[in-house]
């Protein structure tokens, strides 16, 4: 018997000490110390007092244990809370919608429509951003394995579990708060009675919208339907304003190097007519992002433009822009652009490779191959800007690779002679280069069928792959023929364990 356990359950979860439950009960504190202890037992009145003073009868009482009984039927009344909850969210909304007017109707769906197209966009730019979170997380692993990828498919799963019960709450709470709440149905046969007593306990701002027997009273006039459409507003407002905070911060960027380029400006002066369009364009750029800045700052801050001013001055810079633009266009054609490489702006160098068997040298680069029988080895020469450096690199299976690039070791004199050549009215294209190889005509034609071998070795790998690849395709084919196969066994098999199961329970 669980009696004396449960009473001190009883009474601890009470908070009563033994001498007040003896005195609850008419009893002496010896007496319940002795039920608690097991050395006597209550009579039957006394039982039944117990049972009816703390919502128990006398099998919980003598028999089963309080705790279970306890959170058996707490667990039983938050069941029937929840239920009772849903059914009168679901009742309440029913009744709402059936007193609204059409027009009402449309609104309220138009407006539930908008929260989950947003809360889908928030699903997806968050699922994006978190998938990319998991994938740099993965990726940091060597071997993750199929255990790796399990985890990843839990965790993504788990984070589409959690974003609909969320969603699901927002949208349901958002609904409740901004409907239910507001929204009081008023059923009376007397309603014009029941109207009048409504319309002198509300405040001057109530609505009240009759329908026949019903009445919907809107008891906050601040949340009324388009409340929730200017909040909307809100919101996008808050980020088109974060948006240009950002566009800010480019735009301060862009003015630096604006002014940068406006003293730097003065280093071509002797260009002349470019040196006017240039500083003008310069100038008209700068105006047109302090314009920029200064619509943004009022877009952000709330305040007042002269928009008839603002348009003006912004045509006014785009068109001196344009023109600015056309002055340098005019004046580059008095320029002289310098593309022949025997000229003085272009350097020659030359290197000497030995002659190998297996020399192969790179597709990449324009070479010419010119015979003479003044070099058994090759002899290489590259013409290229002066401005440029050319370096030969062996790559271990005979291979020869060039490397044409910008000699940054004196960036100041790279700079310098820029300038002084644009000042001069000289535009030296630095792209352009040409290598030739001087060598025999065996060796030529030993490079050329190396080339030739080298070529067709390479088609044949990949003519090689391709047909591995195919081959992986079939057997994918097949596999998956082979599951569908092998699933429609399991099918049948679990048709017949039910089949066989059914026969059992008859016999």
């Known amino acids: 018997m669980n009696l004396k356990?449960?009473?001190?359950?009883?009474?601890?979860?009470?908070?009563?000490?033994?001498?007040?439950?003896?005195?609850?009960?008419?009893?002496?504190?010896?007496?319940?110390?002795?039920?608690?202890?097991?050395?006597?037992?209550?009579?039957?009145?006394?039982?039944?007092?117990?049972?009816?003073?703390?919502?128990?009868?006398?099998?919980?009482?003598?028999?089963?244990?309080?705790?279970?009984?306890?959170?058996?039927?707490?667990?039983?009344?938050?069941?029937?809370?929840?239920?009772?909850?849903?059914?009168?969210?679901?009742t309440k909304t029913f009744d709402m919608f059936s007193s609204m007017k059409l027009k009402s109707k449309l609104k309220c769906l138009f407006e539930q429509i908008i929260i989950i197209l947003l809360l889908t966009i928030f699903f997806f730019v968050f699922k994006i951003i978190f998938n990319i979170i998991l994938d740099k997380i993965f990726?940091?692993?060597?071997?993750?394995?199929?255990?790796?990828?399990?985890?990843?498919?839990?965790?993504?799963?788990?984070?589409?579990?959690?974003?609909?019960?969320?969603?699901?709450?927002?949208?349901?709470?958002?609904?409740?708060?901004?409907?239910?709440?507001?929204?009081?149905?008023?059923?009376?046969?007397?309603?014009?009675?029941?109207?009048?007593?409504?319309?002198?306990?509300?405040?001057?701002?109530?609505?009240?919208?009759?329908?026949?027997?019903?009445?919907?009273?809107?008891?906050?006039?601040?949340?009324?339907?388009?409340?929730?459409?200017?909040?909307?507003?809100?919101?996008?407002?808050?980020?088109?304003?974060?948006?240009?905070?950002?566009?800010?911060?480019?735009?301060?960027f862009i003015l630096v190097f604006q002014f940068i380029a406006f003293v730097l400006s003065f280093l071509i002066i002797k260009t002349g007519l470019f040196f006017i369009g240039c500083f003008i364009f310069i100038i008209?750029?700068?105006?047109?992002?302090?314009?920029?800045?200064?619509?943004?700052?009022?877009?952000?801050?709330?305040?007042?433009?002269?928009?008839?001013?603002?348009?003006?001055?912004?045509?006014?810079?785009?068109?001196?822009?344009g023109i600015s633009i056309g002055i340098m266009i005019l004046s580059i054609k008095d320029f002289n652009y310098i593309r022949d490489l025997e000229s003085k702006y272009y350097l020659t160098d030359s290197r000497i490779v030995p002659m190998r068997d297996d020399i192969l040298f790179s597709d990449y680069y324009d070479i010419e191959f010119i015979e003479s029988d003044l070099f058994n080895d090759l002899n290489i020469i590259c013409k290229h800007s002066k401005d440029y450096k050319f370096e030969i690199n062996y790559i271990g299976d005979g291979s020869v690779d060039f490397s044409i690039y910008q000699d940054d070791s004196n960036l100041i004199s790279y700079l310098r002679g820029i300038i002084k050549d644009f000042n001069n009215k000289i535009i030296v294209?630095?792209?352009?280069?040409?290598?030739?190889?001087?060598?025999?005509?065996?060796?030529?034609?030993?490079?050329?069928?190396?080339?030739?071998?080298?070529?067709?070795?390479?088609?044949?790998?990949?003519?090689e792959i391709g047909i591995l690849e195919d081959r992986i395709n079939e057997y994918e084919e097949q596999v998956d023929n082979l599951n569908e196969k092998l699933q429609e066994k399991q099918d049948k098999v679990i048709e017949l364990e039910q089949i066989i199961e059914n026969y059992i329970k008859q016999k």
């Open 5 to 90: 356990d449960n009473l001190k359950k009883i009474r601890k979860d009470n908070n009563l000490s033994q001498e007040q439950l003896a005195e609850m009960l008419g009893v002496s504190r010896q007496s319940v110390s002795k039920w608690e202890q097991g050395l006597a037992y209550p009579e039957m009145d006394k039982v039944i007092q117990i049972c009816q003073m703390f919502n128990l009868n006398i099998d919980e009482l003598l028999n089963q244990d309080i705790k279970q009984v306890k959170e058996t039927k707490e667990s039983k009344s938050n069941i029937n809370k929840f239920m009772d909850d849903f059914l009168g969210f679901i």
């Open 139 to 252: 990726n940091s692993f060597d071997y993750i394995g199929h255990f790796g990828y399990f985890l990843y498919n839990i965790i993504d799963a788990f984070y589409i579990l959690i974003y609909l019960i969320l969603g699901a709450l927002i949208f349901l709470h958002v609904f409740k708060i901004r409907y239910l709440d507001y929204y009081v149905v008023i059923k009376n046969k007397n309603f014009d009675n029941k109207t009048q007593e409504i319309s002198k306990d509300s405040s001057e701002n109530e609505k009240l919208y009759d329908n026949k027997k019903e009445t919907i009273i809107i008891r906050d006039p601040e949340h009324s339907e388009y409340r929730f459409i200017k909040g909307l507003l809100k919101l996008i407002l808050f980020i088109f304003k974060c948006f240009l905070i950002f566009i800010t911060l480019f735009l301060l």
């Open 284 to 321: 008209t750029t700068i105006f047109l992002n302090l314009l920029l800045l200064y619509i943004i700052y009022n877009l952000i801050f709330n305040k007042r433009v002269n928009r008839f001013k603002t348009i003006i001055m912004f045509v006014m810079s785009i068109i001196i822009i």
């Open 429 to 463: 294209d630095d792209s352009i280069y040409k290598i030739y190889v001087y060598t025999t005509k065996e060796n030529i034609e030993k490079i050329r069928e190396n080339r030739k071998n080298a070529y067709e070795s390479r088609q044949a790998i990949y003519d």
